[in-house]
């Protein structure tokens, strides 16, 4: 049971810290009525999952190995970043308002899959990081550790839906642009920092 509780403290951590993942589900519950956030959350949490799993079992090595797909996933991912963190900061407040009636499922699963996959720092880290996990673990520790890992993001990404959709009626359009104008600018630096680490590759 121990290591299935230091799966659930470390994938935690990982999970944490602001990112485009977090910056989106936060938006969502502001923005959409509880069942959609949720679903939205979902979404996220099973992507973060798939991501985990993948991270877990060695994909971080064929990263490692072939450095024109790292260069391809920071292309690719730094550009959409760049565009979710603009298309928040430009996005006028009667706008958000809007979106509950024009919410799509398949937009919200394509989204949630590409902040997820399609999110370099996301990949990269979180690959690397479970990787060396993995390779420290002892055979009979792998299935409760990965199991904790596993609970971590439905528990974080409900939460924050949750608490977020409880606070959101007390909130106003101005907060919720100008949470917009923060998240937006902090992704927009994400996105330039991983714009940049491309372009040193050929510098």
Known sequence: MNYFFQ????????IAPIGVQNLFVINSAMSLPL???????AAVFTFDMSLTLGAFFGMGSLISAFPLVKNAVLLIGSLFVLRVGLGL????????????RAFSLKK????AFVVTWFNP????????FFGAFRASL????????????????????????????AMKQRLGAGFLRALNIVCGSVIVFYGGRLLWEFLRAFL
């Open 121 to 128: 720092q996301a990949l990269i880290d979180t690959t690397l």
């Open 138 to 165: 002892p055979v009979p520790a792998v299935r409760p550790f990965i199991a904790g890992c596993l609970t971590a993001s439905p528990l974080w990404f409900v939460s924050i839906t949750l608490i977020v959709s």
């Open 35 to 41: 069942v959609r956030a949720l679903a939205v959350a």
């Open 89 to 100: 900061i430009l996005s006028p407040a009667k706008e958000l308002e809007r979106e509950e």
């Open 108 to 111: 919200a699963i394509v989204t």
């Open 7 to 14: 799966g659930l403290t470390v994938a935690l951590a990982s």
